[in-house]
Nanobody, 125 residues
Framework: QVQLVESGGGLVQAGGSLRLSCVAS????????MGWFRQGPGQEREFVSG????????YYADSVKGRFIISRDNAKNTVYLQMNSLKPDDTAVYYC??????????????????WGQGTQVTVSS
C-alpha cells in the first residue's frame, strides 16, 4: 500500500502562485510514477501533470503547459506541483496519484493505483 498526503492548497488571486506537495509513504517512492489530477465542481477528474519514475520526464495537460511545473525529490518521497499564473478555471480539488507501471504517463485516472485525499485550490478573479 502507498499513502499519499497532499498539502499546499488554498485561496489565491488570479495571476498568483501556489506550490502543492505530496508526501508518499508505504513503499519505495522511486518505483512509482507520480501525477496530479484535479476535479472541479460537477466535473470529471482530469489529468494535470505527471512525472515518470526513473527519468523524471514531465508530462502536462495543454491547459497548464507553460504555467505549471512538476518535480519530484526521491530522497524526500515528495512530488511537487508549482502552479504559476493561476486562473479562476484552475479552481478545483487537486489530487496526487501514484502509478506502479513504467513507461509513458497515463492521462486516464483509472490507470493510477493510489490516490491522496485531495487539497482545495481556489483562484479568485
Amino acid at each position: 500500500q502507498v499513502q499519499l498526503v497532499e498539502s499546499g492548497g488554498g485561496l489565491v488571486q488570479a495571476g498568483g502562485s501556489l506550490r502543492l506537495s505530496c508526501v508518499a509513504s508505504g513503499r519505495t517512492f522511486s518505483n512509482f510514477a507520480m501525477g496530479w489530477f484535479r476535479q472541479g465542481p460537477g466535473q470529471e477528474r482530469e489529468f494535470v501533470s505527471g512525472i515518470t519514475r526513473s527519468s523524471s520526464i514531465p508530462y502536462y495537460a495543454d491547459s497548464v503547459k507553460g504555467r505549471f511545473i512538476i518535480s519530484r525529490d526521491n530522497a524526500k518521497n515528495t512530488v511537487y506541483l508549482q502552479m504559476n499564473s493561476l486562473k479562476p478555471d484552475d479552481t478545483a480539488v487537486y489530487y496526487c496519484a501514484a502509478d506502479i507501471r513504467s513507461g509513458p504517463i497515463a492521462r486516464t485516472p483509472s490507470f493510477w493505483d493510489y490516490w491522496g485525499q485531495g487539497t482545495q485550490v481556489t483562484v479568485s478573479s
